[in-house]
């Protein structure tokens, strides 16, 4: 897609293809916050914000090559669209979603935050989030950092009791553990059934929130987290069926490295229609 980077940010001119407020409210993240015609987005040690204005969106940041890449700009998002409408994917779903991004996010802070969302609900991921970030982050102006491993990892299960993660604590103590002694960037180069082997080996991480981390933080299209939404889409409009591997085979089988773009549109549109 077109966009320019300018001293203070970078512009992105308008088109049916990108919504940064869809875009953060679709599940995929959740250090950020929205005001009126402002995106505010946190990750790792960094922020932008985006503004509406009008013909076009500003986002404000000092880092623009990277959150030009966070937000995905050199996908043709078009194409995507079109490849899923012959495939047949609802129209309606599409209109509806097709101003998402999937993210390029951080895979630490995507790991974790994900372990944290598992049989939770996005305001209380978020605040459980933001109490990690104020305990073991930096504070860079008016926002925090999220945690570096090695302040994840000095922290034991009490800590991650006390700020609020219930169950997940000792996952999320025993995983920091774990990934101070993994080489996070080789994972990029995992083929996508080992990745997600070697996500599933980290306490915390089943089949569904591996494939959240694989499409989120490593752009594997191929994948296709399952939930209760994804469930309900599926007997609404593909099937008769409720178990979850079958539900996943089918739809990857049938949308292939579109899969996760689908999941993505689909989860948001049936999740926005049910409110």
Known sequence: MKYDIVNDGIIVPKDDFFNPFDTVKCG???RYSINEDTVIILSSKYKCEIVDKGSHYHIYTNVPK????YLDFEQNYGIIYTKLIDKGLIRASLEFSKGIHILNQDPVETII???ISANNNIPRIQKIINR???ELGEKVGDYYTFPTIDSLASRDES???????????????????????MDIDS????STPDLLKTLQSLKGIG???ADCIALFAFHRGEVCPVDTWMKKVYNE???SSNDTKYIRKDLTDRFMDLSGYMQQYLFYYMRELDN
């Not at 700020?163 to 103590?173: E, K, M, N, Q, V």
């Not at 994972?187 to 995992?190: D, T, V």
């Open 28 to 30: 995929q993240m959740f």
């Open 66 to 69: 990277y959150f030009a890449k």
């Open 113 to 115: 935050s994900f372990i």
């Open 132 to 134: 990690l970030c104020e």
């Open 159 to 181: 800590f991650y009791q006390s700020i609020g993660a219930g169950y997940r604590a000792s996952y999320l103590a025993d995983t920091a553990k774990k990934l101070q002694s």
């Open 187 to 190: 994972l990029y180069s995992l």
């Open 207 to 209: 089949p569904k929130v």
């Open 237 to 239: 409009y593909f099937g």
